[in-house]
């Protein structure tokens, strides 16, 4: 019980919804491809706030971008 405070320390709103968006589409090793856009909408935020929120994610040591997202390719986020 104690456990899942530690996990989550003070997350806004959106910082738990993309977090649990991550959470939700990533594979057995914690990896998550995805773009933008597609994260954006699954989190329910606008796209344009979704830079801010991961990069807090970052910040919070809850999440660590292994590939930044380019046109070509979607980004790779590892869930810590």
């Known amino acids: 019980f104690g456990r899942l405070t ?3 320390p003070d997350l806004s709103a959106r ?3 993309v977090l649990n968006a991550l959470r939700a589409k ?3 090793n914690k990896q998550v491809e995805a773009k ?3 994260l954006a909408e699954a989190a329910q935020i606008p796209l344009g706030s979704l830079h801010s929120v991961l990069g807090s994610l970052e910040k919070k040591r809850l ?3 292994t590939r930044p997202g380019s046109p070509r390719a979607p980004a790779v986020y ?3």
Do not use: G, K, R
């Open 63 to 65: 999440i660590v971008n």
């Open 26 to 28: 990533m594979d057995e």
């Open 78 to 80: 590892q869930v810590l």
């Open 15 to 17: 910082q738990s919804a």
């Open 6 to 8: 530690e996990a989550a």
């Open 36 to 38: 933008a856009a597609t």
